[in-house]
């Protein structure tokens, strides 16, 4: 959060923590399942969110095979202003049905 430790530390600038991304990620899976039945979420980092950018919460049902949870495959992409997407995280999910 601060401009020039970012940059003695090899950033170009300031990022945004993955939790608060990850928080995002919580947030679209507790309004796709309801938060009630969400029972497991797993993420994975693997880039940076930069100030400017907007980011994209995709969720995806993974498995539909008939079993007592919902399989849950969880992508956040992030872009500047006419950027193309890049992938911050992905991750998996387990909801009830």
């Known amino acids: 959060h601060e401009e020039g430790f970012a940059q003695a530390a090899g950033y170009p600038s300031v990022l945004a923590h993955g939790l608060y991304t990850a928080g995002h990620a919580g ?5 796709a399942v ?5 029972r497991r979420f797993a993420v994975r980092y693997v880039g940076q ?3 400017g950018d ?3 919460v995709t969720v995806r049902e993974a498995d539909a095979a008939a079993s007592t949870l919902r399989v849950l495959e969880v992508t956040v992409e992030a872009a500047a202003d006419g950027a193309e997407r890049r992938v911050v995280i992905t991750g998996t999910a387990e909801a009830d049905r």
């Not at 947030?27 to 309004?31: G, K, P, R």
């Open 49 to 51: 969110v930069w100030p």
């Open 34 to 38: 309801g938060p009630l039945a969400l």
């Open 27 to 31: 947030t679209a899976l507790a309004e």
């Open 54 to 56: 907007t980011i994209t």
